[in-house]
Every structure is written in C-alpha cells, then in structure tokens.
C-alpha cells in the first residue's frame, strides 16, 4: 500500500488528453511539500518528468503539465503519442515517514 | 553529462549481505545528497536511505532500518549501501539517485544510474 494513491492504469487515442491524479495526505502533500512526477520505459530507469509541482526540467516536452492542490496532485499529458505509454510514478515527502514517498505507479496505454 | 554508475548486485542467501556501489561523475559528488531507491519485480518504486552530500547526516525507510547502511567516500565519487540480514522481500533492482532541491523536503531525484539487481534467495 502506498503512501500516495495513483490510478493503476489510464489510457486515450492519440492526439487525446489524459491526466494521472495522485492523492496524499495532510503528512505529505498536504503538508507543502512539491510533488514531482517520473516516467518509466520497461526495462529503464526511471526520468525525471516534472519537479517542483509544475516545472519541467530541460527537454521534456511542453504536452507535460503538472498541478497540485491541497493533498493532491495531477500530471496531464496532451496531444498523446504513441511515446508516451510507459509506467508514470508520482513523489513527494512525507514528515511521518521522514523519508521520501511514491505513488504505485500508473500505466498509461495509448490505444 | 551526469552519470552514475550501480555495481555490486547479485545472487545472495536470506541472512547474507551484500554491498551496493554507485560510482557518479559530471557533477561535483559532494555537493548533494544521493539516495538509494529500489523496485521490487513488478511493482512500484520505494525510496530505501539519502545521505547528504558532506555524509553527515542519513535517513532510512523503516523496512531497512538496522539492517542498510549508506555511506559516501567523496574522494571517489562513490555512493554506497551496505546490506545485511537480507531477506527474500528485499530482492529488487536498485537504483542510486542524484537528488536535487533547495529544501530536504522538496528534493526530487534529478538522475538515476541503470540499477543493479539484488536476488536473495536460497
């Protein structure tokens, strides 16, 4: 059971929008902490995605958007393609754990 | 170009140790804190200890706590992990990863190394 709770799985066509929500708690994101989003290719290591709730780090395209409100957060994708489907994990801290935290992860399909 | 670079995994029985490395270049070593995250088979991502960038000062997840060990030689850019009593449920791929942020609480993981994989199992 994770700390912050992601839809297991999302999909749209492409060209569509999709958005992956997160939701925590007053302990982490509740709590002010940023929430930062990765991308993860099978077999890869996971990438940097968005940091800092809604910044996007050098390369990553504009269709990634990030949002956070009170205790959750979403990642929106646009214009999706056929790139894009990969494992999508959200992060946060967390002041009961004292340590860093993840969401289970959600599996975008592009149809 | 940041890299970082994880060996050392491997086969091991429950109760064994093992010690991870992480040898990182093309960014000054000492200035930032590094963690190990881990990823069971199959599942999802789970942050296990962070060391600051000095090596004063370590966390830990509760599921490692007593067991890990995280340390740092600068000198060589080097980030490491030793651990012992190892148990069945710690069989993962483990990644270290270059953390980046003005507050503790609002660091991100910037750069991930290619993992090393842990199998402990008799």
């Known amino acids: 059971q994770s700390v912050l709770t992601q839809p297991p799985s999302v999909s749209g066509a492409p060209g569509q929008r999709v958005t992956i929500s997160c939701t925590g708690s007053s302990s982490n994101i509740g709590a002010g902490y940023d929430v930062h989003w990765y991308k993860q290719l099978p077999g890869a290591a996971p990438k940097l995605l968005i940091y800092?709730?809604?910044n996007r780090p050098s390369g990553v395209p504009d269709r990634f958007s990030g949002s956070k409100s009170g205790t959750s957060a979403s990642l929106a994708i646009t214009g999706l393609q056929a790139e894009d489907e990969a494992d999508y994990y959200c992060?946060?801290?967390?002041?009961?754990?004292?340590?860093?935290?993840f969401g289970g992860g959600t599996k975008l399909t592009v149809l | 170009e940041v890299q970082l670079l994880e060996s050392g995994g491997g086969l091991v029985q429950p109760g064994g140790s093992l010690r991870l490395s992480c040898v990182a270049s093309g960014f000054t070593f000492s200035d930032f804190a590094t963690s190990w995250v881990r990823q069971a088979p199959g599942k999802g991502l789970e942050w296990v200890s962070m060391?600051?960038?000095?090596?004063?000062?370590?966390y830990y997840a509760d599921s490692v706590k007593g067991r890990f060990t995280i340390s740092r030689d600068n000198s060589k850019n080097t980030l490491y992990l030793q651990m012992n009593s190892l148990r069945a449920e710690d069989t993962a791929v483990y990644y270290c990863a270059k953390q980046e942020g003005q507050l503790m609480g609002n660091y991100c993981f910037d750069y991930w190394g290619q993992g090393a994989l842990v199998t402990v199992s008799s």
């Open positions: 060391i600051f960038g000095s090596g004063y000062g370590t």
């Open positions: 992060q946060s801290s967390d002041s009961n754990l004292s340590g860093w935290v």
């Open positions: 800092g709730n809604n």
